[in-house]
Nanobody
Framework: QVQLVESGGGLVQAGGSLRLSCAVS????????MGWFRQAPGKGREFVAT????????AYANSVKGRFTISRDNAKNALYLQMNNLKPEDTAVYYC???????????????WGQGTQVTVSS
């Protein structure tokens, strides 16, 4: 089992920044890739970014490319999402996820955190 706990969400004005963190515990040797997804009110969960533990290879959704940066700290078993130039349409619950391979698909991830709310005001 892998446990994921997100933190760092909050309320920010458009153009501002936030840094989300995800603490990873449990049988972390089973995880190969980590991802961030988000779910806005009334919408389905969508891919944001993903990264591999070993090489740091990353991929981003077009909507956040150039504004968000995913990173990981292998020693601390932690995942981060630096979000800059936030827009009201970034408002959502953000979820950390762990899976066995790099993917933009929700179904590829086996473990999920409880989510952290990000609200961007205009």
């Amino acid at each position: 089992q892998v446990q994921l706990v997100e933190s760092g969400g909050g309320l920010v004005q458009a153009g501002g920044s936030l840094r989300l963190s995800c603490a990873v515990s449990g049988r972390t040797f089973r995880t190969y890739a980590m991802g961030w997804f988000r779910q806005a009110p009334g919408k389905g969960r969508e891919f944001v970014a993903t990264i591999t533990w070993s090489t740091g290879n990353a991929a981003y959704a077009n909507s956040v490319k150039g504004r968000f940066t995913i990173s990981r700290d292998n020693a601390k078993n932690a995942l981060y999402l630096q979000m800059n130039n936030l827009k009201p349409e970034d408002t959502a619950v953000y979820y950390c996820a762990a899976g066995s391979f790099l993917s933009v698909l929700e179904s590829a991830y086996d473990y999920w955190g409880q989510g952290t709310q990000v609200t961007v005001s205009s």
